[in-house]
């Protein structure tokens, strides 16, 4: 992503706020992986993530997810979630990307999120949090 690409996409978004958070996110994650964005969204399905939540979202081994985990937490809007030693999308980013997501491919979140679900079940009160 060139500068000009940059400038158009935030002059795009200045009027709408979940517009230019997604184009910061796009922005923070271009250097970065090319496919890192899409990454994030997937990340911000769940209300925390750790290597294991994100090798099941997206159907990959613990190596590759590690990687992708090692990518995400250099970006600004990527948090740690000590209370689960995890880590978070930011709440403004995951509200963004989640709005996106259902608005360009609904089935496919839903998706994510039964996988998410499933992955949290069990009797622990936050698992049981997580997957409500």
Known sequence: MDIEQILQQLQQ???DPQALTLATAQIACAPLH??????????A??????????????????????????????????????????????????????ASLAAKNLEHLRNLSALCADYVSGPEDFRQVERI
């Open 34 to 43: 090319p496919e890192l964005f899409d990454i994030l969204q997937v990340a």
């Open 13 to 15: 978004a200045q009027n």
């Open 45 to 98: 399905i769940p209300h925390w993530f750790d290597a294991g939540l994100l090798a099941n979202l997206l159907q990959i081994d613990s190596d590759q997810a590690n990687n992708w985990l090692q990518l995400l937490i250099q970006l600004p809007m990527v948090e740690s979630y000590a209370s689960r030693s995890a880590w978070n999308v930011h709440e403004t980013t995951r509200r963004a990307a989640r």
